[in-house]
């Protein structure tokens, strides 16, 4: 039975998705990804991500 990868090995292959330019990630995981959201990655690819998630930076209209 082969080993599962350790963490690091597994940010590593994150990492490389994440900055390979012939990916084809939808372009918000691009987005965790490459800003090491990873946890923001994973409620995405599971379908988890709340509204207010998915306004990443754009919280001005919730101000009042």
Do not use: V, W
């Amino acid at each position: 039975m082969e080993e599962p990868p350790t963490i690091m090995e597994a940010l590593k292959r994150l990492d490389a998705a994440a900055s390979d330019p012939t990916a084809t990630l939808p372009p918000r995981l691009q987005h965790f990804l490459q800003n090491r959201s990873y946890q923001k990655a994973l409620l995405f690819i599971t379908g988890q991500e709340t509204p207010l998630a998915q306004k990443c930076g754009q919280h001005d209209e919730l101000k009042g």
